[in-house]
């Protein structure tokens, strides 16, 4: 085997080893050549560079007999005895299906085990909402229109992404959830939307076996389908090959798509492109999806349902009072405490009537209906190494603060959604007139004290309706924490505003405003 041979061979795999692939390096042979694999017939192509044509003899053809599928290239080349290699050894096929796996955000999956402690609805709460959520995706609020479109949203702190995770559980249980994708700000391989179609095709194919060998073909034929517009990925990767199975058993009830914390994708033109899909969705699949969104009520979000193009195919749900939060908060709570004084290893510690009716009553009201300020006083009570009541009792203002701030997770949520304002600090100084004025401020009064021209204040707040709302010209807050945050320098930070001075800045504009100046 001293000269340049060359011969093409395929060769079947068979197994599950890269051990023979290996030994075809140490063939000696003096020749460069290239092996690589055919994805849908599984046969290598071994290819020296010659102009000759010879065929492999026992035992090198069978070499590969016990191989998987992977890419080798090398050059080889011997002189006598002594073998010297150059150039990289590339092993690992990247077929269709491996680059679909490669583009999936599996953390953005409802049941991904990246997060132990997920919101989910606790037992026996959002009962209601979650009701009205599996009538509209059997029908029961459609009318002359298909509403194929569900769009959650409420105040920050509401429940959606417990109430999206909690309505995947159930559809899965039914075999009626098709796909979900829960985005994270803060977590990079869910934030954006690069990864939204291949996490959602991945389910899709793993629920579907044709599906899976339609996409694979798809990306196989065309490897950077992933860097089309959504709208042609979706109408290549998942309309078409959902519309080959229309009709069979399996699609002949709705399947649903949750999409969740969209207001947490990086940019608002992702976030309308998004939604753009789905609308393109919900118009062209001859199989019976439909969409439910969870989200903030941002103001490019709200602009986009609000729209007529949207109207008719859009069944909306806000997380107010119709839901009668305050009572599942309640439950919530109890049913934390008495844990807590089951399971706490200073259970004995606690006082048998803990915690007092008054307490809960306070705790109730100062949620304002959101769960995150109850679980976030929950998970601050419960802590391991300190006495829950004592832990209650500095949340209520009862006793001094420990050295760790109970709302650090609520002083989170409103820093990250004041950031999102286009003037933080000009929207801080509007803010604080409800703030320190028994949580209510007059649109106008507000635009004459700063010099504000009118309609100003109506778009400086349009980015926090998750915790504003304007109604009948007035400013009125949707948390009644929200006010504590603003008022405390400790919390607030960059946006704290000293309490006597502002007081004193008010008292002066307004005698500058009745004296003409």
Known sequence: M???WPTVVNVPLTATTTQNA????LLSCSCKYRISACAYHCTWRIIPFSHQRRTLSYPEEHLFRTATKFTIVRKVR???STLKSYGPLCIGYTGGFERLLEAVAPNALHNSG??????????GTRVAVIQAIADWIAGVHDDDHKKDIAWVTGAAGAGKSAIGRSVCERCAEEGTLLASFFFGANDSTRNHKRTFVPTILYQVCFLNPFVRRVVTGIIDNDPLIFNRTLREQLSTLLIGPLASTFGTETMLVPRLIVIDGLDECESHSSQLEILDS??????ISPTPIRILVCSRPESQIDNFFSSRQVHDVLFKMFLGDEYSPDEDIRLYLSDRFQAIMENHKFRFSIPDTWPEEAHMNQLVENSSGQFIYASTVVHY???PRHRPHQRLESVLGLRPPFKDLPFAQLDALYTHILKMADDPQLVVDILIFPAMYHGYANIGEVKSMLGLQAGDVDVLLSDLASVVQIQDDGINFLHKSFTDFL???YRSKDFSRNRMET???HILRIIEIYSGK
């Open 381 to 383: 009570t419960e802590s």
């Open 278 to 283: 789905v609308l393109y969705i919900a118009s």
């Open 503 to 505: 007081t004193a800045k």
């Open 2 to 4: 001293g000269d340049c």
């Open 78 to 80: 011997s002189r006598s």
């Open 487 to 489: 008022l405390d320098p």
């Open 114 to 123: 990246h997060d132990f402690d997920a919101p989910k609805c606790h037992p």
């Open 22 to 25: 290996q030994v075809l390096l």
